[in-house]
């Protein structure tokens, strides 16, 4: 075995090794408001979906969402791609309506710019419950209509533009619109 | 509706052009070089009189440099590999620097940092700082292959932004001074010094320098005025320095004596 392809194997071994750990703490103590289905969970260890149930007392009560991670190969050094899937969609200002495959992009600094080996799947989780729970009105991102038309199939491929409130973000490349939009309401 | 694939393609053009980037650096650029005479630097600046003058007066004082990978990590990196080589010769040191960092992984927790994730990368870091002496000691040129074996190499890094960030937040009301923009201090670790890849500057040398107790001096190579050497800065102040680093713009590499 030539020495980058054993550096490369050794990357895997550390890479499935921490993913293990982290999917069996899941299983074992997961974040409040989510639930893992035990016997789906490690069959692939790139892919995983959880359910997210929107906390008592929000505007989420009630319902209940699913949750896609995959994992590169740079994972953790790298963000996991995290989206949204199934027939029910949080309808939220940073969640986008862009078609189902391989699901809804999320707006969240974490999820690309600001992540860090030290985060997990299960502080993802936290962060998106906390992005829910916060949420006092229904309505989808001002810019949804232009970015679900413009937007590549990866949500980490979208250049973000982070701003205010929860450190989320908007897609750059529509931040004209995004201000025409802003400046119509206001 | 033109727009539209314009601004698509835009994305992926972007986003493919750096990953062809980080691929030429990564062919190009070891994590960490061999050791090179410090007029090797002379041949990049020839025509440059400003240059060529600054780097003639710092060989009187530095023999060599290792060069770093240029991925944001530099400062890191350089200062790991820099560090771990001098404690290979240096049995007290080692084992002060060992108590040290068995202490970062408690003090990290107690501030509030994932134990699940910290203690991942604090057992890759204490592993290889215990074969840094004693009866398992390493050779210069495991620590090399160490440092250039990307899995290994940068779970290190990420131990290390850790101990800058508890640092930073540790003291956060001497910290906060040099805060530019109005975030928080955990905004900026969050931002700044926990996600890989992202550059590092004074605050991140002095905390680092101060959590580990291990002094770094900065030597700046910049175009500003011919005046005497490149000014040289310690981190943290008046410390007596064991890691020597050479800073060009926006870069870090290893300097040696």
Not at chain 1, 15 to 24: D, I, W, Y
Not at chain 2, 154 to 161: F, G, Q
Request: aromatic share 10%; with cysteine; hydrophobic share 35%.
């Amino acid at each position: 075995m030539s020495d980058k392809s054993l550096t490369q194997s050794c990357i895997l071994q550390r890479q499935e090794k921490r993913l293990q750990k982290e999917l069996v703490s899941l299983i074992k103590e997961p974040p409040p408001g989510v639930v893992v289905d035990g016997e789906s969970v490690g069959q692939c260890l790139d892919l995983l979906v959880l359910s997210i149930n929107g906390a008592q007392g929000t505007i989420y009560e009630g319902e209940q969402f699913q949750l896609q991670f995959r994992f590169g190969p740079k994972y953790p050094f790298d963000s996991p791609e995290v989206v949204f899937v199934g027939s029910e969609i949080p309808v939220h200002p940073h969640v986008y309506s862009n078609g189902a495959s391989p699901g809804r992009h999320i707006c969240l600094s974490i999820l690309t710019d600001d992540w860090s080996p030290a985060l997990s799947i299960f502080s993802v989780c936290v962060s998106i419950i906390s992005m829910l729970s916060s949420c006092k009105e229904k309505k989808r991102p001002p810019d949804d209509s232009m970015y679900v038309k413009t937007c590549s199939k990866n949500p980490k491929k979208t250049k973000w533009w982070y701003h205010g409130e929860y450190s989320n973000s908007k897609p750059l490349n529509d931040l004209k619109f995004f201000i025409e939009n802003e400046l119509k309401v206001s | 509706m033109e727009m539209v694939p314009e601004s698509e393609i835009q994305d992926e053009v972007i986003l493919k052009q750096q990953r062809e980037i980080e691929k030429e650096v990564a062919e190009i650029h070891p994590l960490i070089g061999n050791i090179q005479p410090l007029t090797c630097l002379l041949k990049e600046y020839m025509d440059d009189p400003i240059y060529t003058n600054k780097l003639t007066k710092l060989a009187d004082v530095y023999r060599s440099l290792r060069r770093v990978r240029p991925d944001g990590n530099c400062f890191f990196r350089g200062f790991g590999f820099s560090y771990f080589e001098k404690l290979l010769d240096n049995e007290e040191e080692w084992k002060k620097f060992q108590a040290i960092v068995m202490g970062t992984k408690d003090q990290l927790i107690s501030q509030g940092f994932p134990k699940f994730t910290l203690e991942d990368f604090f057992d890759s870091f204490m592993e290889v700082v215990n074969r840094l002496g004693g009866e398992g000691k390493m050779d210069a040129e495991e620590l090399s292959r160490i440092f250039n074996d990307a899995g290994t190499s940068d779970y290190l890094v990420v131990y290390l932004r850790l101990v800058t960030s508890g640092q930073l937040q540790k003291e956060e009301d001497f910290y906060q001074n040099f805060l530019e923009g109005g975030k928080s201090m955990r905004e900026f670790c969050q931002q700044e010094v926990e996600p890989m890849y992202r550059e590092s500057d004074h605050m991140h040398a002095i905390a680092l320098g101060s959590a580990l107790k291990v002094g770094i001096r900065v030597v700046y190579l910049d175009r500003g005025e011919i005046t005497t050497s490149p000014p040289e800065h310690d981190f943290p102040e008046d410390c007596t320095p064991s890691v020597y680093l050479l800073y060009r713009p926006g870069h870090y590499d290893i300097l040696y004596k």
